[in-house]
């Protein structure tokens, strides 16, 4: 199998690293990563920049390459500059630190690089952890990963959907298929002040979930120690579901 | 009624000009814009560096504010800083240079800032002019724009949805609410070389329409000549809808 990686904490990232080392165990693994953080990008694209791509490792079982693009940017150099046979069987992106379950999806650039494999029709599967420390400890969610990726093979990527895993901190329980959580984020702006009284902003936020029990939500199963499989699809239209 | 405009190309673009002017017609305008373009930013979030925001019109009918952010930072901004007291009754974010139909609404700033509206509960509509020209005519669609809007929100808009609105150049045969169509966009990078032989790349692109004969959808309401109405929700779990 041929596995295709990134992230969007960067390259160097004790998440993508961890990831790497076990993917390895699945097949022959290529990195594309950005160069640096990330965060936040959402499924941005550089589409006003010259963007670079440059192979800085090789192995048996794989190659690194990093770009100053975005995390979507990589999925799509990777496919339009290396995969120019034959697309990778797998893309996986993270594992982010920090969750991006519920409305965290949309503003995600772990999942924006999985939306353009969905695009693209590769199976995507994205995984986070509900830790944003740069030491985070993946020790628990590790040994969840190659397991959980066959069983998503498996059990198959309907079109234009992939999955976004989130794993809580700590001892995990179990693993739930869930439905996104409806929640919003409130008080998001921290002003400073320069030295002369101009006001400047910082971005912040209080998370605020709207159904706390709800049980078949991504928030829910974290807050029960379980991993959270949401399916998520690149079609956002509401009458797709509602005609 | 208090009406908040945002767009992906800046202030200063012809689209946001057109809609600023349209706007008045409904109530009172704040405008919070990117102080530049920021197309295919998606929903990206700054969230490493500090935002600006800068009042530089006054007049009775509207406020025009612009900032260093993203679409959605400027959501963000005009939520938390200007609307301290009641949120705005709508928001409307364009008029988009270029289609943010189908599959381009995952990469979307006009969208993204929608998205955030949406989760903020506030009523929001995207509005999109198929053409990418700076001196784009809008003046086909520009008459629909009050009735679409006075229509829309009587509809009403359902928890955590957005109306994504693409109207084709040329003459407008009417309005069809549609649902998004799959696509893919392919062919998408071009390379070309420093003088030393390094190579770096730009994004490009053709759009493959997976289903050019569904009456249903955004791209064939397009081609007919007419104005696609597409409902987007937030949730982008494919299990709410296929439980």
Redo the contacts between chains.
């Keep these: 199998m041929e596995i295709l990686l990134t992230n969007d904490d960067g390259w160097g990232a004790k998440g993508l690293l961890t990831l790497l080392r076990v993917a390895e165990r699945l097949g022959h693994v290529t990195v594309v990563a950005p160069d640096g ?1 990330r ?10 920049k ?4 440059s192979l800085i490792e090789k192995t048996e079982a794989h190659d690194v390459y990093i770009t100053n693009g975005t995390p ?2 990589c999925i ?2 990777a ?3 290396i995969y120019t046979e034959k697309m990778p069987d797998l893309v996986i992106s993270g594992i982010n630190h920090g969750s991006n379950a519920s ?1 965290n ?3 995600s650039g772990t999942m ?1 690089a999985c ?1 353009v494999a969905a ?3 590769i199976p995507a599967i994205g995984l986070s952890l509900c830790d944003h420390d740069l030491d985070a400890d993946f020790s628990y969610l590790e040994p969840f990963i190659v397991p959980l990726v066959k069983q998503l093979l498996e059990r198959g990527f ?4 992939c999955y ?1 895993v989130n794993a809580p901190v700590g001892k995990i329980e179990g693993i739930s ?4 959580s ?1 929640a ?2 409130a ?3 921290a ?2 002040y320069n030295a002369d009284g101009t ?5 912040q936020g209080e998370f605020v979930n709207h159904e706390p029990e709800s049980h ?1 939500t ?1 928030e829910w199963a974290m807050a029960h120690g379980r991993i959270s499989v ?14």
């Excluded at 949401?230 to 005609?243: E, G, H, K, T, V």
Aim: aromatic letters at 12%; glycine letters at 4%; hydrophobic letters at 40%.
């Design positions: 953080a965060s936040g990008m959402s499924n941005a694209i550089s589409v006003e010259a963007m670079t791509l979507s940017d799509k150099l496919v339009n500059v409305v999806v949309i503003y924006g939306f695009e693209q029709s309907p079109d234009g959907v976004n298929f869930t439905r996104q409806r919003h984020w008080n998001e702006i002003t400073r006001p400047y902003y910082w971005l078949d991504d949401c399916p998520c699809s690149i079609d956002m239209s509401f009458n797709a579901r509602n005609l």
